[in-house]
């Protein structure tokens, strides 16, 4: 009582001063009512706000996408987010919109206020009628959680001035006061009045944001609005609202990930499903490539989630159902962006959708074969779109990680996997594959990999230790056969994963062979079918050789029958110019005539090394003459012959090592350009070496250059040269195997040159 007194007396006088000082009023009002006999009331200690900002936002990204869905609900078209020295803790992050910005009645009745209703009175907002996405309250312990201080700067348009305040959490609310005793200072800015919209610039960072982090942050950002609409549209919503991470932005992201072309056009099926007002539920899938259009209607009825939608691409990586990607990168793409996200009012409800997410039990019942057709959450890249009006008992937690898990949630879990479950039989039942276990008198028409079996039994190893722990024996009874039982699970389970861990990357190294193989067979079928043309173009060069020399050598007559010695001058430079053009088409033209017509003869025969590499090398005197290329031929013995092959099969070898040897020359710029060609036996094999003083061949790429695909020449070259396609060297090396050699990068290279190709040919013993 003598403490009221006492706090009545001091503000009694501090209203009687001429300018009462509003915080001490408040201060003092506050201590007389703490004060009041018969009565208690809660009050909030200045802590708890760093207490709900660390323990109500989980995670970076979740409190950067809260502060996201603030600019969208103001909004926003545009927001810019920057961090700076970000690499370690202490750095900053700015994130700047051109929303409406707030005024000073919304700071003091809105962002100053925890626990409004603002966003549930007014669900809409004002200029774009956007169903608003965060909820008040969460955005102050956002930044909280992020950083220790915050500058808040927020105008609206038609006002020279702004407004700023600064939050420092660390220092001012600290355990001990009151949090309603924690002041602010509002200070002003001047600024353009055609402009507004907010800054949030968070200070001194609690966490590094690492590159792996801020991959999480820009998948969070792509997947934060519904990124396609059913059929794989483009959401309208998400165009209208750009978002930059230090300049690089959310389209310029999905334009990169290319999905949409690239990925769920490869999908086998189309899977849908809604709930009605009624609670009836109604499941469909489409599939064009296997001719599937079916709709099923679901006897349960859903009291208690309310209506919705579910759509979904379903994904079996297989190569017959994948076109203009290759199956390892779909698989891949599968892994790191599938799975079934819910979106509530348009925006993502977090976790689910995740890669280490399984609320559906797609991941737990595919690994323990409960689900015999491909259903895993990689399987899938689908949406579940609820909102606030139609699903009220949908509530999110207070962390905003994730919904209450009510009878509301358990309805959504349900209608989700049966709706997979069932489009996934009914594609399975066309495709012929087993779709559950109790399905009786099933003849497979595939065959199991080992890894799906070692997994199948790793799945029951893994039962029975959970059903073993289940039927605990109480320690006192415990028999020392049930110990080595329990430990004899353990070391299996271990040995199972190990195994199939092993087993799981010699299938995928297989696979990935297996692929290139086809890949790599494809391109030859390609080449192949080319051959028809490219014999015709040689035909026609060689024909029109005789015709274009006669003409070009009238041509010469008329020009030196002119008086005009300029005229005259002139002509000849053109006519010279066209000879060295016509000459390079003639010695390609020569040379896929000969190597047309040494093709059509099946028969093998012993090729005069020598004189081969000189013919060869002599149809293309005037391209390498006009490239200033010295090339030198040292064939020892000069009889030196190949084993029987065919003598294209030589040329083709020694165009592929000419055309690498050209490229390398020109990237290098060497003043004195040269190639040799040399020739020995060594014991059974017989070896052509081809060197050239280009730019040499990288150590890192050495064991790569014989890889199918593999190329470091990419843009377009000349008529000979032309652009890579990474297969020459290895059809030199099909060519040196299907004669019991090889073909490889030699360390021993003759002074004066970079690189050195030898072509090992195997001469059997009767030769």
């Given at each position: ?5 006492k706090?009545?007396d ?13 915080k001490?009023?408040a201060?003092l ?9 018969g009565?208690v009331?809660?009050?909030v200690?200045?802590?708890?706000i760093?207490?709900?900002g660390?323990e109500?936002v ?15 609900d103001?909004d926003?078209?545009e ?19 051109n929303g409406?910005?707030?005024d000073i ?15 549930g009175e007014?669900?809409?907002?004002e200029?774009?009628?956007r169903?608003?996405?965060?909820r ?9 959680r ?14 020279k001035i702004g407004?700023?305040?600064v939050f420092?959490?660390d220092?001012?609310?600290k355990?001990?006061i009151?949090l309603?005793?924690v ?7 001047e ?13 001194d960072l609690?966490?590094?944001?690492t ?6 942050v820009?998948?969070s950002?792509l ?19 750009l ?9 310029q992201?999905r334009?990169d ?16 499903g809604?709930?009605?007002?009624s609670?009836?539920?109604?499941f ?13 209607q679901s ?10 939608t ?26 790191s ?7 509530r ?6 976790p689910?959708?995740e890669?280490?997410?399984?609320w ?5 019942d595919?690994?323990r074969?409960n ?13 579940v779109?609820?909102d606030?009006?139609?699903?009220p008992l ?9 919904f209450i ?26 495709r ?7 399905q ?25 230790i959970?059903r073993?722990?289940d039927?605990q ?14 430990e004899?699970s353990?070391?299996?389970t271990e040995?199972l994963?190990?195994?199939?861990s ?14 290139l193989?086809?890949e ?9 079918s ?11 060069i060689?024909?029109a ?9 009238v041509?010469e ?5 002119l ?14 110019s066209l ?6 088409i003639?010695?390609?033209g020569?040379?896929?005539e000969?190597l047309?017509?040494?093709?059509r003869?099946?028969?093998l025969t012993?090729v ?14 005037s391209y ?7 090339f030198?031929v040292?064939?020892?013995p000069?009889?030196?012959?190949t084993?029987?092959?065919h003598?294209?099969?030589l040329d083709?070898?020694?165009f ?10 020109e990237?290098?710029g060497v003043?004195?350009?040269?190639i040799?060609v ?8 017989v ?10 061949v990288?150590?890192?790429?050495e064991?790569?250059?014989f890889?199918?695909?593999f190329t470091?020449?990419e ?9 890579g396609?990474?297969?020459g060297?290895?059809?030199v ?5 299907a ?5 490889s ?9 970079s690189a ?7 001469k059997?013993?009767?030769?």
């Amino acid at each position: 009582m003598q403490n009221t007194q006492k706090f009545r007396d001091e503000l009694t006088l501090e209203l009687q001063k001429e300018v009462p000082d509003p915080k001490v009023i408040a201060e003092l009002s506050d201590a007389i009512l703490n004060e009041t006999e018969g009565s208690v009331r809660f009050t909030v200690d200045a802590q708890h706000i760093n207490r709900l900002g660390l323990e109500l936002v989980g995670k970076q990204e979740t409190a950067l996408s809260e502060l996201i869905k603030n600019a969208y609900d103001a909004d926003a078209t545009e927001v810019n987010i920057t961090f700076a020295n970000f690499e370690k803790a202490g750095g900053e992050l700015i994130i700047a919109d051109n929303g409406v910005g707030m005024d000073i009645d919304t700071i003091r009745n809105s962002w100053m206020r925890l626990s409004t209703n603002e966003k549930g009175e007014n669900p809409v907002s004002e200029i774009f009628s956007r169903r608003r996405a965060g909820r008040k309250g969460i955005g102050r312990f956002a930044v909280q959680r992020l950083g220790t201080s915050l500058v808040l700067e927020t105008g609206q348009k038609g006002q020279k001035i702004g407004l700023r305040v600064v939050f420092s959490w660390d220092q001012d609310f600290k355990a001990g006061i009151s949090l309603n005793q924690v002041w602010h200072k509002i200070e002003t800015y001047e600024k353009d009045e055609v402009t507004s919209g907010t800054v949030l610039k968070i200070r001194d960072l609690r966490d590094r944001w690492t590159k792996p982090t801020l991959e999480r942050v820009w998948k969070s950002v792509l997947f934060l609005q519904v990124p396609f609409e059913p059929g794989g549209n483009q959401s309208k919503d998400s165009e209208n609202f750009l978002v930059s991470i230090n300049g690089a932005t959310n389209r310029q992201q999905r334009i990169d990930l290319n999905m949409k072309d690239n990925f769920l056009n490869n999908a086998v099926a189309q899977v849908s499903g809604w709930i009605d007002v009624s609670g009836i539920a109604t499941f469909k899938v489409v599939s064009e490539k296997l001719g599937i259009d079916e709709t099923f209607q679901s006897e349960d009825i859903y009291e208690f989630v309310g209506p919705l939608t579910f759509s979904s691409a379903y994904f079996i990586y297989l190569r017959e159902y994948m076109s203009g990607i290759s199956v390892r990168v779909a698989e891949k793409m599968g892994h790191s962006y599938g799975g079934i996200r819910v979106y509530r009012n348009g925006f993502r409800v977090l976790p689910y959708g995740e890669q280490n997410d399984d609320w559906l039990k797609l991941s737990f019942d595919s690994a323990r074969r409960n689900l015999l057709v491909p259903a895993n959450n990689f399987n899938f890249f689908g949406q579940v779109d609820v909102d606030g009006q139609s699903n009220p008992l949908l509530e999110e937690t207070s962390s905003r990680e994730g919904f209450i898990e009510n009878e509301a949630f358990e309805e959504l879990q349900v209608f989700c996997r049966r709706c997979i479950e069932w489009a996934a039989q009914r594609v399975g039942s066309v495709r012929k594959k087993k779709t559950s276990t109790s399905q009786q008198g099933f003849q497979p028409t595939y065959t199991r990999k080992p890894s799906e079996i070692i997994l199948e039994k790793l799945a029951q190893e893994e039962s029975k230790i959970e059903r073993d722990d289940d039927n605990q024996i109480p320690e006192d009874e415990l028999k020392p056969e049930n110990t080595d039982r329990n430990e004899n699970s353990g070391h299996n389970t271990e040995f199972l994963k190990e195994l199939y861990s092993k087993q799981r990357e010699y299938e995928q190294k297989t696979e990935e062979r297996i692929e290139l193989s086809i890949e790599y067979e494809n391109m030859l079928r390609i080449l192949a079918s080319l051959g028809i043309s490219i014999s015709l173009f040689g035909h026609e060069i060689k024909s029109a050789t005789t015709a274009v020399d006669n003409s070009l050598a009238v041509a010469e007559i008329d020009a030196e029958r002119l008086k005009d010695s300029r005229e005259r001058a002139q002509l000849e430079a053109d006519l010279n110019s066209l000879k060295t053009a016509t000459n390079r088409i003639f010695d390609l033209g020569s040379y896929v005539e000969a190597l047309v017509s040494k093709t059509r003869s099946r028969e093998l025969t012993e090729v005069h090394v020598d004189t081969a590499v000189r013919r060869f090398l002599g149809q293309f005197q005037s391209y390498m003459h006009k490239r200033n290329i010295n090339f030198d031929v040292d064939v020892q013995p000069v009889d030196l012959l190949t084993p029987k092959m065919h003598a294209s099969e030589l040329d083709s070898a020694l165009f592929n090592f000419l055309t690498n040897s050209v490229k390398a020359i020109e990237k290098a710029g060497v003043p004195n350009p040269m190639i040799r060609v040399s020739g020995r036996q060594q014991g059974d094999f017989v070896i052509v070496s081809f060197e050239d003083n280009g730019t040499g061949v990288p150590k890192e790429i050495e064991e790569r250059v014989f890889d199918a695909f593999f190329t470091t020449t990419e843009t377009d070259g000349d008529s000979i040269s032309g652009i890579g396609t990474g297969l020459g060297l290895q059809i030199v090396a099909d060519i040196a195997s299907a004669y019991g050699g090889s073909v490889s990068l030699s360390d021993d290279v003759t002074h004066g040159y970079s690189a050195r190709f030898d072509l090992k040919l195997r001469k059997s013993k009767q030769e």
